[in-house]
């Protein structure tokens, strides 16, 4: 079986979510890495231990295998990933309280029916917001706490001194750009997009603030800084398959 990412190829699809709209499908892949993990994860009780570890450890595998290059910050984005993952995980589950488990039977979920697409995008809103929340890093509301965040930040990227004379304009464009107006009579808007507008945009600011001297495949960044700039309309490169 094989298996594509998901916000690559569903990106056409008309967003009722306001702020981030899922237009950028560098952004897109990372977010169907963490949206196929946590699927993944959903299992069975009745499947034993060793089977629950071995799958993890295969999916662990695949996803790393898939992860794309950037053009700096790797090591940072890489420790967020891991670091969130047990957060993400307890937010999926509360997400999907009480729906019936029959569908994540071990299997992969079908992400790529058309009624799917808007659950999925209201998911990873959702689910930015959830884990925001649990990291103190947004409010009851789902707004950012500015101060919280920027030392969040600030912190992360302590080890990578061509981060500092950047992360001030950064952080400060970042918080601008997550006030995003709340439409309380959406369903879509049930959760606030403020803590994916802000991620999203902390991935952007960056990987185009790139210093020369911090990247290591000129062209594959170059490649990656012009659909951001671009805001994802120039199609990307065929996503990764992997045989299951």
Known sequence: ???????????????????????????????????????????????????????????????????????????????????????????????????????FDGKHFDHFKCENVEKHRKDMVCLAQCSGQKKNLLDDAGNVREEDFTQHVKSAFANEPWFQPLQDKIIETCLADSKVKDDKDSEANACNPAGLKLMHCMF??????????????????????????????LPPPPPPTFDE
Request: charged content about 35%; overall charge negative.
């Open 1 to 103: 079986m094989k298996i594509v990412l998901l916000f690559a190829v569903i990106t056409v699809a008309v967003s009722a979510v306001t702020g981030y709209d899922f237009d950028d499908s560098e952004y897109n892949s990372l977010l169907s890495e963490d949206l196929e993990e946590l699927y993944s994860s959903l299992e069975q009780p009745s499947l034993n231990a060793r089977n629950r570890r071995d799958e993890e450890a295969v999916m662990q595998d695949k996803c790393r295998g898939r992860r794309k290059k950037l053009c700096c910050g790797e090591i940072v984005w890489d420790q967020f990933h891991e670091e969130d993952k047990e957060v993400k995980r307890a937010c999926f589950k509360e997400l999907h309280q009480g729906e019936d488990m029959q569908a």
């Open 204 to 233: 952007k600011e960056i990987q185009l603030s790139c210093p020369t001297e911090q990247i290591k495949d000129p062209k594959s960044c170059s490649r990656l800084q012009e659909r951001l700039k671009k805001g994802g309309n």
